[in-house]
């Protein structure tokens, strides 16, 4: 067990593949300067591969003070045994206070491998993290800048708030895109510090990659500027074809809500909201959503939206910039005539 230390720094695992970052190691890397500026320590990043120490003053620019790399032949590809290894050392040499993941899969995987090892606490799939002093409820200490880790609950019903007064570092894994990404400064300075990990040869001929396929995303939700998105007041797969026009004739891409992939209208890869991807195009469209506020976590932070819904008193309403009350059969087609007349002239 690692002993707390308040003096530690913030760390993020750094995630790559062929020497590219995960965006959402990016996306981490902004939040945990956020959070070491309000503890007043620095923010570090662990970087394990092979021949990645380039990929140091991108995470630097990112918000970064110190990156620590471990650079092997044997990390090249991913297994969990030497990946673990690196983690664990170096937070039992540098001591950290907070750990963060991205909750990918390769992080789903790694987070809890560590977080056994150093008997610490982990909570899965954050959606925001904070700092707060808090109180035991039980013995009524009063536990200064504790980490809050957010996510939802009980199938997304609930927002809980998980806190950790002792099992150090608190770890958390941090769900794609609910960060926000901020602008690199190529201006900033930090340090790059290469480790040795002993045992990482061995550890990586336990289990050896033969071959490796990589299935490449059919839709990227994240990086569209305009969705037009479909909920379960869409009614049927054979209407959802209305919003795949509509999406085509306006140049974006198509999303749902849970209830419309609940109901198989569309596959769960289409899904925004709590408990799929959060999203901040410059267009939102939501079609036959009620906007319960699973979903609104997801799309909120749109820069414009417009909803369509026959219920005037929908929640989505009370978010979106332009609201329109119709039947989305009739509402729908209109407008994606009207798109296609003017692309036309």
């Known amino acids: 067990m690692v002993e707390p230390n308040r003096q530690g720094e913030v760390w993020v695992f750094a995630e790559q593949q062929d020497g590219i970052l995960h965006d959402v190691s990016l996306e981490l890397c902004g939040k945990a300067r956020e959070l070491a500026d309000r503890l007043n320590v620095s923010v570090g990043a662990v970087l394990p591969g092979y021949n990645v120490a380039h990929l140091g003053k991108t995470l630097i620019a990112h918000g ?18 030497p990946y673990a290894q690196c983690v664990v050392s170096l937070i039992e040499k540098h001591h950290p206070q ?70 150090w570092p608190q770890m958390a894994t941090v769900r794609e895109g609910v960060m926000s990404m901020r602008e690199p400064d190529q201006n900033r300075q930090g340090q790059i510090i290469h480790e040795n990990v002993e045992g990482l040869s061995a550890l990586a001929e336990l289990v050896q990659v033969i071959e490796r ?17 479909g909920g379960g007041g869409v009614g049927s797969r054979e209407n959802f074809e209305l919003i795949r ?23 769960k890869e289409y899904q925004i909201g709590q408990t799929g991807t959060t999203v901040r195009p410059a267009l939102y469209i939501a079609v036959g959503i009620s906007g319960a506020v699973q979903h609104r ?40 005539k009207a798109l296609r007349n003017r692309r036309r002239e």
């Open 64 to 81: 970064v003070d110190n990156v620590y790399i471990v650079d092997e032949p044997s990390l090249k590809n991913y297994t969990t045994s």
């Open 98 to 167: 907070i750990v963060l993941y991205g909750a990918t899969p390769l992080g789903r995987d790694l987070a809890p491998r560590i977080a056994s090892t150093t008997r610490s606490g982990l909570t899965a799939d954050c959606t925001d993290l904070d700092i707060s002093n808090v109180t035991d409820g039980r013995t009524k200490i009063e536990h200064e800048n504790l980490l809050l880790q957010i996510r939802p609950a009980f199938g997304g019903n609930i927002i809980a708030t998980i806190v950790n007064y002792d099992s």
């Open 213 to 229: 396929h990589v299935e490449e995303r059919k839709i990227n939700l994240k990086a569209a500027r305009i969705i037009v998105a």
């Open 245 to 267: 026009e509509l999406a085509g004739a306006i140049g974006g891409v198509v999303g749902a809500s849970r209830a419309a992939v609940d109901s198989g209208f569309i596959g």
């Open 297 to 336: 976590a997801g799309m909120e932070d749109s820069a414009k939206i417009i909803a369509i819904n026959t219920d005037p008193q929908a929640p989505i309403f009370g978010i979106a910039h332009y609201g329109i009350v119709g039947d989305l059969n009739k509402v729908v087609p209109m407008l994606t």
